[in-house]
């Protein structure tokens, strides 16, 4: 049993890793398992980390994550978006949103006002942010624990928070009724996949043979998946 587990839903549709998880079963003959944990955008030090013993084999997490884990795990290939500003790279943006009828026109304005966050392990909801404050949340009046980009959209939406970064590939999806984006951060390297270390390297090839095979990600969002490296979560 091959487990994927994905910390990137709902922001990015469960059916996504599910159709994933379906086609390399079927491309590496291998039975597959798929869950998800919507609590967190990926373990960092003082997590639950099902990969240190084997509860999960291949993961969809956030950048900071593999930053974490890459003495224990291995890259495959990863999402190249449809966004044009990515250029057929794989890479991602953080998109600062307002409510359209704010009246907040640049980022500097939201000092003192409330920010909407998905969660702490977020490359492109929490450390864009923090990099872009130089590491002083006091920047805002309040910080918002949201739970996911959809839910921070919703705050944003409903007047609760002033503002939040969300991830381009959400966004790319949302219709964005009611809000504008007001600056734009990046481009970061795309969410990895990861493979625990532990899984044979064989299997771990077609693993990575599979996902470059794969060319119906149109609906969710994406071209392709694509090769990546070490150096490109520097």
């Known amino acids: ?8 839903a709902p922001s990015i549709p469960h059916e996504l890793f599910s159709l994933v998880a379906r086609h390399v079963a ?18 960092l030090e003082g997590d639950d980390d099902p990969f240190a013993d084997g509860r999960a084999d291949v993961g969809f ?6 930053r974490w884990m890459r ?11 449809l966004d044009a500003r990515a250029d057929g790279r794989p890479v991602y943006f953080a998109d600062v949103v307002v409510r359209a009828g704010s009246g907040i026109t640049r980022f500097d304005e939201l000092r003192g006002r409330k920010w909407a966050y998905n969660d702490r392990n977020s490359r492109s909801g929490w450390f864009s942010m923090f990099d872009r404050v130089g590491g002083d949340a006091r920047f805002f009046s309040e910080l918002v624990h949201a739970g996911s980009h959809l839910q921070s959209l919703a705050a944003v939406r409903g007047g609760r928070v002033d503002g939040a970064a969300i991830d381009s590939n959400v966004l ?14 990046g481009p970061f390297a795309i969410q990895p996949v990861i493979v625990r270390n532990g ?3 064989a299997l771990k090839a077609r693993i990575a043979d599979a996902l470059l095979e794969i060319d119906d990600l149109t609906p969710f ?3 392709r998946f694509a090769r990546v490296s070490a150096a490109d979560y520097e």
């Open 1 to 8: 049993m091959l487990r994927f587990l994905s910390y990137l």
């Open 61 to 66: 997490v956030c950048g900071p994550t593999y």
């Open 71 to 81: 003495d224990r795990v291995t890259l495959l290939p990863a999402l190249v978006p």
């Open 199 to 201: 899984v044979d390297d």
């Open 172 to 185: 790319f999806r949302d219709a964005r009724d009611g809000l504008r984006v007001i600056e734009s951060w």
């Open 26 to 43: 079927d491309r590496c003959e291998v039975e597959t398992s798929i869950e998800f944990d919507t609590t967190i955008s990926g373990p």
């Open 221 to 223: 969002g994406f071209v």
